[in-house]
């Protein structure tokens, strides 16, 4: 009886695990994504900065 206790704790214990680790991927890509964004924003502004300079 306790072999199957410690079974379902196992499981559910590894079952957190992944579902954890495939959460934080997903956050990890939105981070990059988001960092991408941001890294663009500014290349634009650098763009516009040297634009009004010449003006």
Known sequence: ???????GLAFGLMMGILFTKIHMEKKQEELEDWIHEQDELIDLQNKF??????Q
């Open 49 to 54: 900065i040297e634009q009004e300079a010449k």
């Open 1 to 7: 009886m306790i072999e199957m206790f410690l079974g």
